[in-house]
């Protein structure tokens, strides 16, 4: 079987913008898992916790911080 073999080279400033689109990307990953962790943990937790104000605050934030 033949093996097909592409060279695929990037200049300096294609590599710094791939890079920077990757560390962009990564970075926008943790961030929204961060804030849906902390609205989960604001939904499951019981009615009489010190999180119980903000039980009524988080849905009006929760689609304001997801629009981004």
Do not use: N, W
């Not at 060279?7 to 804030?35: N, P, Q």
């Amino acid at each position: 079987m033949e093996q097909v073999h592409a060279e695929f080279s990037l200049g300096d400033i294609e590599c710094k913008l791939l890079f920077y689109v990757h560390r962009v990307g990564r970075c926008m990953s943790i961030g929204t898992t961060c804030l849906l962790s902390i609205f989960q943990a604001i939904t499951i937790s019981p009615r009489d916790s010190s999180c119980s104000e903000l039980k009524v605050k988080a849905p009006r934030h929760k689609s304001k911080k997801l629009d981004i």
